[in-house]
């Protein structure tokens, strides 16, 4: 009776509760089983080649582009285009240096070589990235908080940054002039210049920042600082226009500076100044300048400045020549697919065949777009690049 | 001892449970719940979460993503269905909790000390009396607090609880509900958070780099305190609520590339939120009638100094904002199957800031909603009709987005087609809109006064199985299924202007999203051992559609995985408690461009907690032991945002 009772029990209590617990399981595991998958340790992100055509450059054998990335994204990136194949290679660094913690970090701002490195500004990384221009391997870096540009000179490079040194009152804080013995990667001296210094040039053995103030709205920074690098002491302050940003040196001993003015009432335009007298010799005001690249004579311009007042972006373009400082051209593209760009956002002009490069970084937050015009403006090829493509570097060594 | 159900779906009251403070309480005077369907979590089930904020506990509902950065102080907001955060209406005690200036409610900063359910509506509530507001977003969370109940001819509960564990938290409470005559009671909360926020966290790829640091700047202090009179009268009731809230946070910021140990990230924000707030129902025979008022006032300073941290510049910005709110509701039973609601709001908002060139703008809301229902056995219908008018002032001329009145429809159908009255099909439509925030149209150098309203659209079928059994192991099966179709138009996106530092707001966005929503639970009884298990799925299919040219053209819109879902299981015997939950986040993006650098890995997390009933004569010790994230995953939700591994928390509550 007993065992029957607990046969009875198991008939009609476990066994369809065991069926039914199981039928459970499957009704429960059933969307766990439809998951696409489970975690792996993450793998490098591997580098993207696109054939986009090749070409004779000459002893350029390509170049070097940096994505900045946008701001807490740690995406910046590095990409390489190779003449002698034609390959575009996008984001080549997290491969080569899988043990660099982080990757290139947060938001590229400059990229130059010098000598046989590869030098990066990440701004917001707070450091200067140091590469083999060969292998676009990691060599070392250079803490400089809130770094923005880089220029070089013999044994140094000069380094601009927001970072200067607080006062009494934090609103009034001036950048500097971070001086780097590329040797030994150190901080060997610093000159503090105006508010929020961006881009420098160096002549004869003066250094030149253009000072913007674009933290202290409305009011702008418009000087640019002079520093003597023998004492690497600012030496003077050249009073030009508000919002400062890009500067080039002509063969003649001008540099360009732009304004990027203040968004509501006062214009964008370019101002010359001549590094024998230290003086504003000229103002373009018609010419506005969101970025610009000089080869030979030919100061390449493009402009896409946000209007506060129109809601609008105005983009244009233009080459000036800088020894009669005439506009040449206000079309360098001819055929009509600078439609297409949705944000230019860098400019650069290979110095032996005299194509154009202009990046476009869309919507910013997915990746942007590199177009490779002929010199006569017809477009030769685009491709796909990180996300927002600035500076380019070219480079005589190929990438190994 | 009978559990109340774990994390049960679309079911009123819960049974009483062993802790008559903690009993979930239902309000005598809840309305019936009409048509729309609803997820909610309430009393022991919340508790047996593992929940520290409210943000914790939504991670249960299916069609929910929570975006979190991390850590205890880290933002936590809420996307029901991939709309947006601000699609979603955040109601504390009935009435919506505001952010005039960006519409985001930090769902972290609600502690679930003190709540009695958190509910989850697609569409909208609807009761049988409701504010004009309650139509007024595409879904909307409802955060119910704990109302007094004094059981036999006791006339005051105290409770006190001290938690505390990982990350140096230390989190005291203290509960005092008294009795002041018949009708009124009396019920003050007050409960202080501490934690340095610190944990460690791993990043590491294959084959490369495998680096370990401590989470800093994360730590937290916050005092709330709510002191709330509760009343009853004749055929209706009233209700009184002060609430203070002050805390100060670190930013833990982005987890990037930088010299380690270099620079210590010291921003920090302060705030302080104020709001009063009360309601009154009345029934007369078949009118009823509700009118509730808000005042708030909310305090931000946030706070970023180059003297602490060299890398950064200087930052020092105090938000203000205001808000008075002004409701009346009232319903008519024309027969006892058709009813007619006519609702009212008015909502005014004021945001004040100290930032260069800003406009100082206000806000004047006014919104109708006309609704009827009408109920059949078999089938029961709702439409309703929301009108809101949006006037904007600013200090200076001109500066003011034009005014807007737009009216929308919402239609709602459920259908019981066969005998078995537990099985029910239901679908919706609603059309609704978000305004431009404040920031959207104003903040300095960003907002564009130009911007219209963002429109959604949704469609939404389902169906509800509830099957009951009082013999044998299965004691309730519920099976609840979604399908929707939602379109986001006219959506507002950050653009950039010209360079990082500047971005700007437009009306671009064209996200369709396509998705299921299913949840499925069970309740066993197997001799003195009860068990609750309950599983949710959620698939979306968010595409963006924006721009026709973007080689991203159709891309899945960034954070939204593929498939999500949960799981937790609670078992009980003799006064034990054992609770497992488990949260699956599947593979994602970061961007709309789904390439393998944007690529987000799937996370899961585990989390255990046990806990047990000490009766202390007529007092009673309650302790909880938790330990989350138990297989120590590294995993971010937020892309350079780590989330915490392996934490514990140890609660102790004593009832007087």
Redesign the interface.
Known sequence: MLSDARNEFSIN?VF??VT?MKR?CL??LL??L?????????????SEKTDVGGGDAGDIAGFYLLN?G??????C?LDYYDYASGIYRK?IYAERN??????????GNDLQIYGKRLYAV?N????VEVMDATTARHIG?V?V??CRYIVFKDQYAYVSS??GP?EVD??Y?LGYVAKIDTASLRVVDTCVVGYQPEEMVIKGNKLYVANSG??R??DYDNTVSVIDLSSFKETKKIEVAPNLHRMELDAYGKIWVSSRGD?YDIEPMTYIIDTQTDQVIECMELLAC?DMTLCGDSLYVYN???S?VT?T?DVNYAIVNVKTHQVVTRRFITDGTEA?FQ?PYGIAVNPNTREIFVTD???????GKIYCYTPEGRLKWST?T???PSRIAFTHQRLQ | MILTLLLMLMLPASPPDTLALDASVVSAFRQPEKIIPAQTLQGEQLEKLNALSVADAIRYFSGVQIKDYGGIGGLKTINVRSMGTQHVGVFYDGIQLGNAQNGQIDLGKYSLENMESVTLYNGQKSTAVQSAKDYASASAVYLQTRMPVFSGKRRTNLKATLAGGSFSTINPSVLWEQKLGNSVSNSFNAEFLTTSGKYKFTYRKKDGYDTTAVRQNGDVRALRIEEGLFGRIPEGQWRLKFYFYDSERGYPGAFVREEPGKFRHEDRQWDTDFFTQGSFFKKWGDYRLNASFKYAYDYLHYLSDPRLDVSTMYVDNHYRQQEAYLSVAQSYDIFKWWDVDLAADWQFNTLDADLVNFVYPSRNTLLAALSTSLRWPKLKLQGSVLYTFVDDQAREAGAAAESRSVWTPTAVLQFIPFRDKNFSIRAFYKRIFRMPTLNDLYYTFIGNKYLKPEFSTQYDVGLTWDKYWTRGIFKKLNLTVDGYYNVVENKIIATPASNQFQWTMVNLGLVKIRGIDAAVGTALALGPVTADLRATYTYQKAQDFTDPTSPWYGGQIPYIPWHSGSFTAAFSYAGWNLNYSFIYTGERYESVANIPENHAQPWYTSDLSLSHNFPLGKHALCGTLEVNNIFNQQYEVVQCYPMPGTNFRLILSFLL
């Open positions: 209590f369809p509760f039914k459970l009704l429960l969307p766990v439809l998951f696409s998958g489970c975690r792996t340790i993450e793998p490098v992100t591997p900045e946008n701001m807490g994204s740690n995406k990136t984001n899988p043990g660099v913690v982080q990757e290139l970090g947060d938001v990440v917001c990384s707070n450091l870096q803490s908080p809130n927001y970072a607080v934090p609103n804080r674009g933290y709205v409305p968004y969101s896409n400045a946000w506060y809601q972006s297409q944000n970084a869309r919507d910013y937050i997915t990746p796909n990180g996300d927002i």
